[in-house]
């Protein structure tokens, strides 16, 4: 493994702005990025692959065996100095996670109320593995057991200031910011995945981080019973998120 190569892991749950932050990192001049290689290893492995929309086609076009996209892919060589991986937690099923010792690791949250309405339109019943809070606890406390201090972002937080908290997020993983991080073109980019038709609308209209703006719609009374799981998770993730 080339040891020059930063290596950098975005640990997500759905409806998070990744995508928004994958193409932030995307439009620096050192730095090539993958969108969810570990999805199809996921969805192959899991009942996920009965409900996720355009399931069988992630399947069918990319690698299966997720231990093969640690090893070729994360682990890999690559032609540029800093790589950036965006992935959902929960990919990372019945993995062996000692590749995490060689990457850099960043936590992006969401407050529930805002994500499980936006994730239930297309997911209508999720469970508390699908939305990724419990697992990002998990998530932080392993790596923190493993000696790592991973920064924790919250979607609010960048959007709220995207400059501030980029800039703070950049000097705690050891890469310089680039202004270019902060606005791209409008439309669909070549990393993007399969799945882009299903999710990624509205990040395809944007030209950078869009403005906070708070949900105003009622929150669905069926997703009333996962919210309530999902608060305590997130409060604590929250606690520890880069402000903006």
């Not at 990319?62 to 800093?82: C, F, R, Y």
């Not at 609010?156 to 890469?175: H, S």
């Not at 949900?215 to 402000?243: D, G, M, R, V, W």
Request: charged share 20%; aromatic share 10%; with cysteine.
């Amino acid at each position: 493994m080339n040891p020059n190569i930063t290596r950098i892991c975005l640990w997500s749950g759905p409806r998070n702005v990744s995508t928004a932050l994958m193409y932030a990192f995307a439009q620096r001049n050192d730095t090539s990025v993958f969108d969810e290689p570990l999805y199809a290893h996921y969805l192959s492995k899991t009942p996920a692959r009965q409900y996720h929309p355009g399931a069988e086609e992630v399947i069918a076009t990319m690698e299966n065996d997720g231990g093969k996209v640690v090893d070729d892919l994360i682990l890999g060589d690559h032609d540029m100095p800093v790589v950036f991986f965006k992935h959902m937690t929960h990919h990372l099923f019945e993995l062996d996670l000692g590749f995490l010792d060689q990457t850099v690791n960043i936590l992006l949250t969401r407050d529930p109320i805002e994500m499980l309405p936006s994730y239930a339109a297309w997911v209508e019943t999720p469970s508390l593995r699908d939305v990724g809070y419990a697992l990002h606890l998990e998530l932080l406390h392993h790596l923190q057991s493993r000696g790592q201090n991973p920064p924790v972002l919250d979607s609010k937080q960048i959007l709220l200031n995207p400059r501030k908290v980029l800039n703070e997020l950049c000097a705690r993983i050891g890469i310089p910011f680039q202004e270019a991080m902060l606005s791209w073109k409008a439309g669909a980019r070549p990393e993007d995945g399969s799945w882009a038709k299903y999710w990624y609308k509205s990040v395809h209209e944007s030209t950078g981080f869009g403005e906070y703006v708070k949900k105003s719609t009622p929150f669905p009374k069926h997703l009333e019973p996962l919210l309530a799981e999902c608060i305590p998770y997130y409060e604590q993730l929250n606690a520890l998120a880069i402000q903006a």
